[in-house]
């Protein structure tokens, strides 16, 4: 059982269109953080959020925490071809001791792909 | 400032061999992750160090150990390889604050013939 469910698995859209990426658990966070990753290389930290109900923004990305911290998204405005690439939530659970503690736990990644 | 740098990019061993995995973190950051992205299953958490110690180990067998040095540097070892272990290797460094803010490096591909 995946404790972080990411959806969709995959996505393919035309330049210009708009997106949203999910990311559902029925474990509460303390935190979670949304990756991007390129092929081969490591994943690059876009945002960490913290705060239930909590709305970053980075340019045409936005990010959002669930009221209960369960669950957040990811939304992309007029997407672009330089926004293709893998996108990783990864959630903490903050619990000291015991099996989580220290570890980020990761969904299963939505590869977007857009096309010009 | 420079990221966390992982070395080397890629290596090559054949099954029963050992590997040795190098990271170093972000200047201040105390503590380093690994994880295993091996393909179609996600990245999988592995160690955990810090300050010198380790504070937690993923669901992985012993073969599967680390340390880290008095520089917070960390190295990873696999022993008596399997092809299975063919996958992405990456170190993360952070704070060890409540929010656990992890910084990836660019990984270390390990190929098992």
């Not at chain 1, 393919?12 to 990426?21: A, D, M, R």
């Not at chain 2, 022993?79 to 992405?88: F, G, I, K, P, R």
Request: charged share 15%.
């Amino acid at each position: 059982t995946q404790l972080l469910e990411q959806s969709p698995q995959f996505l393919s859209i035309q330049e210009g269109e708009n997106l949203t990426v999910y990311c559902n658990s029925s474990s509460v966070f303390s935190s979670l953080q949304w990756y991007r990753q390129e092929p081969g290389e490591g994943p690059v930290l876009l945002v960490t959020v913290v705060t239930g109900g909590e709305v970053k923004k980075l340019k045409r990305l936005t990010f959002q925490f669930g009221d209960a911290r369960k669950d957040s998204s990811l939304h992309i405005t007029a997407a672009q071809p330089g926004d293709t690439g893998l996108y990783l939530c990864a959630g903490y659970l903050g619990k000291a001791g015991g099996t989580s503690y220290g570890k980020l736990t990761f969904g299963q990644g939505t590869i977007l792909t857009v096309h010009p | 400032e420079a990221g966390v740098t992982q070395s080397p990019t890629h290596l090559i061993k054949t099954r029963g061999q050992q590997a040795t995995l190098r990271c170093s973190p972000i200047s201040g950051h105390t503590s380093v992750y690994w994880y295993q992205q091996a393909l179609g299953l996600g990245l999988q958490f592995l160690l955990w160090y810090d300050e010198g110690e380790e504070r937690n180990r993923g669901n992985f067998p012993p073969r599967f150990s680390g340390r880290q040095f008095p520089n917070y540097s960390s190295e990873l070892n696999v022993n008596a390889l399997e092809l299975e272990d063919s996958a992405l290797y990456l170190c993360a460094s952070g704070l060890w604050v409540s929010y656990n803010e992890q910084f990836f490096g660019p990984g270390t591909r390990l190929t098992v013939l």
